[in-house]
């Protein structure tokens, strides 16, 4: 058979002849569908179409030609017998066209099993010579972090929510000891066994925190590893525990293919044996972490050479090394009169790629806590609060041990010194600490004996002990640099950040003594300091510390401080003297009193002197003001005027009334007029607006939009969404529907979806679906959903089980709420000592549910509660001592809100 590139010649010598060019090559290329200068390529025999149909096209396109020129009868050409109709006939040229292919593929064959023949020789004679190395390549993805130099992270102390199993009912954890051992041993957990005790003997990799080196290491690995790219040399350069070995082992798997190789030389003589066995062969990695050893090595220059040709060979192939910079310094210093030591050493590092890391994470912060957020021994570091979290950690449990261990005659004195800081820094933000504030505060942490024993210089070796440089990197109580010049600011220190965040988890349980609430206020003079600290006394209902705290804030001008006064007044029904102080907080220029005024006579019923006063708080620029005044007319049964108050809010330009006034409408049964509101607020850049439309569709079974939308949240990634309508129609007795959103947003990995199924299920009693989505809730990482599921254990009579729950939540947040409720099944199974421990654990913790731990503690206690609530607890946990409240400064009131309160008498409510 005629070879199908002739005929191809054949017929394009009758084009250009006979037919005198046409069709032209561009009519051509359109019947084809190719480009233009592809069919003259056809018909000169230089190139054959993968397909045969544009070839058809082309040759139908000529014998029309031909036909219309009578020559299909004709004799072709003087090459052949053939007519020109013969020539262009599609049957013949199918049958050539498979031909040629099936010479292809035979050819392609023999040619593929030459190149197998050649590879298998080649991989016989590579195996060979590496089976004779020390150190042999294997796949690059067999290789550990652990092998390849990376150093194992310390295991988090802060639990992971989810990694723990979480027993069935009816069954309980490992057994944990007391968690109220915690409360009298200060470095104790909650409970005997550690959340990752676990993983204390294992290697610990934590999650890995990008940084912009890594971009640029992924940018250099990402075209090398391509076949037929060069060799590459990549220097990763870094301080002591900057990162170097784990850059390059994360970069190694997300840019180097799985088909590659990796060889990593113990040492400078297995390397030198490699590179003169040619056993590097292209696709493999060349893995030198701490480069200098080899690079210092007595062999290091002929090392050195031998990675200079073998650079120069075929790639891919990657050399991956690690460098301090001191020794990349040492390494490519020039040559000296006395000689050059590493010439060879510094030509190859001259060929490398350099990434160079950063020896802090200061930039890259919000990434780590992110990351932290899953990563328990992440969360370790990242919790320090310091920049260089590698180095925190180096020195951290050396910190610690300094600590605790209070060795030497001088050792108790220094650690209270630092418990004293611990507290000032967890409870109060405390930076700059006043070294008169230490001294006075430390006497509380001391026992008697110790005080007894103290020297008149106490305090100085104190102070010494506590500024000792440990692992020559930090110290416990560290200098504070001046904040506007050089050096360091006198009479002050700082706790080291490792110890914060230590004192944090190891004194969670604890509430301070008198010494140190007592030095706060006679020492410490930043008026936000001693506001958190007054919250901080007040939330352990150490009630007497939190208004001497609070009132030497006011004094120094916070106006915050009036407002909780005010609160802790209103919550003594001492009505007459909180307005007082909330009209002190608005003279000195805080309009927050103006809406805790309007609170109190909304409270009392007093519906038209609380809108005055939302009135001048919407005037002095209180943005939500009239939106509340909105919602308590809303409240009060007043439609009208709820409505007229969110249309002056509307003109004001509040477009989040809308939602306000579309529930309504809503409520009047006006769903119309109710979905434009919707409409409007969602067009405002209200979402949630959207999202109770979604809600209102379904509840006047219009289907088809709420579906649409719905389907549009799913497109778009927006789980909130769906949570928030699911919220709405679970709500409003549509349980089947809501989980059907639930789950959707579970399934598109929104875990939030699992606790809020769980608790719609528990509100309409389906105990069992409940159970299992607070299961998958915990399992996924929510610690709200272990309290939950304690509870619906306790429900349905598991108590067994639900106390080792609220001992796993006690362990995991130090949650004050688990501790009131194993306290109460302590207390029910009668036993009211460890009851009592619970409920002051829960106390001393400190939250705004407090209340309800000093209740129980005057009930078991046999007192008299009243008095429990309005004078606390003294700082041993003991009731306090009856106490009279501090006068209050007049302030000076603020220009921009005297008027709005002095200009007008006080509202009443006759």
Known sequence: MEDVFARLRRVGALKRGRLDGDPSDRRLARAAGVSHGTPGAWLDGRQLPQRIDPLLAVLDEIRTEAARRGLLATRADALGAD??????????????????????????????????????????????????????????????????????????????????????????????????????????????????????????????????????????????????????????????????????????????????????????????????????????????????????????????????????????????????????????????????????????????????????????????RAAAAEDASLAEAVAAGAAELTQVLAAGPDLVRHYERAAGPHGPYGSALISAAMDAHRLGGVGALPLAFLEAAAVGYLTDAERAAARPDWFGHALARARTLIKHTTSPLQDVPHPTGMGRLPGTARLADYLQHHGRHARRFHCPPDSFWRAAREHLTHPEELLRLGDAARWRARYAHAVRLYSAAADAGESYALIRLGQMREDNLDMEEAQRLYRLAVDAGNTDGLLCLAALWEDAWCWEEAEELYLRASAAGVEDALAYAGLMWDGAGEPAKAWATYERALRSGHTDVLIFMAQSRRREGAPEQAAELYRRAADAGHTDALHQLVCLWEETGQQEEADRQLRRFAEDGDTSALLNVAHMLGESGQPERAERLYLRAASAGDDRGWYLRAFMWEKAGGRAKAESSFRAAVESGDLAALLQLARSREAGGDITGAEALYRQAVDAEADSEAMLCLARLQEAAGDRERAERLYLMAADTGDVRVASAVLALARLRGAEEEAYLRFGLAADGSASDPWEWPLTPEPVPAASVRAAVTDHPAPRCD
């Open 83 to 368: 007519t020109v109709g013969e020539l262009l006939d599609e049957r013949r040229w199918r049958a050539a066209f498979e031909a040629e292919r099936g010479h292809r593929n035979e050819r392609s064959r023999l040619e593929a099993e030459r190149q197998r023949a050649r590879a298998a020789l080649e991989r016989d004679g590579l195996r060979a010579r590496q089976a004779a190395l020390a150190d042999r390549p294997r796949p690059v993805r067999q290789w550990p972090a652990g092998r390849l130099g990376v150093h194992p992270a310390i295991p988090g102390r802060t639990p992971v929510p989810g990694r723990a199993p979480i027993p069935g009912p009816g069954h309980s954890s490992a057994p944990a000891a007391d968690p109220t051992h915690a409360h009298a041993h200060a470095h104790a957990h909650a409970h005997g066994n550690s959340p990752t005790a676990a993983e204390d003997s294992g290697f610990v990799l934590p999650r890995y925190v990008p940084r912009p080196h890594d971009v640029r290491l992924r940018r250099l690995l990402a075209p090398a590893v391509t076949d037929g790219a060069p060799p590459i040399l990549v220097v990763v350069q870094g301080p002591s525990c900057a990162g170097k070995t784990r850059t390059a082992y994360e970069a190694l798997q997300v840019a180097v293919p799985a088909g590659f190789d990796l060889l990593f030389p113990a040492d400078t003589d297995s390397l030198l044996a490699t590179l003169a066995a040619d056993a590097l062969p292209p696709r493999t990695v060349l893995w030198l972490n701490e480069a200098q050893h080899h690079l210092t090595d007595p062999q290091g220059e002929a090392a050195a050479a031998a990675l200079l040709r073998r650079l120069d060979g075929e790639g891919p192939l990657v050399v991956i090394a690690t460098l301090w910079p001191e020794h990349a310094e040492a390494l490519t210093r020039p040559a000296s009169h006395s000689g050059d030591a590493h010439r060879h050493a510094r030509a190859l590092l001259s060929q490398a790629h350099w990434v160079d890391l950063s020896r802090t994470f200061a930039s890259d912060l919000d990434a780590a």
